[in-house]
């Protein structure tokens, strides 16, 4: 990665600038004041969605859900797992299709749950189907080069 990073501030948006010798999970937004990373997913409006995918210099790990879908229920403490273990070198989303038809549709969502990953604004990988947290970790490793 570059000497700084760029980080979407998931409360309000904000795009914060980290340097890299500063640990990013203690890191908090420059203009609301929340940490950048609390271990678990952020829930994603379409602007949020957005900048994240534009302005974040971390990989970001999108789960497009719905409330009504039984998979997606089951997946969401894997997701969350994930997460935990992964922040703050990967930024996690959720993305409820059913309020954001538009971002599903631009996205060509056709089946939930569906896990998208993007790194520099530029999706790279994508799974549908319920995973564990362990598959989640292992998926976005591959796929993302994080270490372990």
């Known amino acids: 990665m570059s000497e700084r990073m760029e980080v979407v501030c998931p409360a309000c948006a904000a795009v914060n600038r980290l340097p890299a010798d500063k640990p990013a999970s203690k890191?908090?937004?420059?203009?609301?004041?929340?940490?950048l990373f609390h271990?678990?997913?952020?829930?994603?409006s379409t602007a949020m969605f957005d900048?994240?995918?534009?302005?974040?210099?971390?990989?970001?790990v999108v789960d497009v859900w719905a409330p009504w879908c039984g998979p997606c229920r089951m997946m969401a403490p894997a997701f969350e797992a994930a997460a935990k273990a992964m922040e703050p070198q990967v930024r996690f989303l959720k993305l409820n299709s059913?309020?954001?038809?538009?971002?599903?549709?631009?996205?060509?969502i056709?089946?939930?749950p569906t896990l998208l990953l993007y790194r520099n604004?530029?999706?790279i990988a994508r799974q549908s189907?319920?995973?564990?947290?362990?598959?989640?970790t292992g998926w976005v490793r591959?796929?993302?080069?994080?270490?372990?």
């Open 27 to 35: 890191a908090k937004c420059g203009v609301c004041h929340e940490p």
């Open 39 to 44: 271990g678990k997913p952020a829930n994603a």
């Open 51 to 60: 900048k994240q995918i534009a302005r974040s210099s971390v990989p970001v």
């Open 98 to 108: 059913d309020e954001e038809q538009a971002v599903s549709a631009r996205l060509g």
């Open 110 to 112: 056709r089946g939930i």
């Open 121 to 123: 604004g530029r999706e």
């Open 129 to 136: 189907g319920a995973m564990t947290a362990g598959q989640i």
């Open 142 to 148: 591959q796929h993302a080069g994080v270490p372990t």
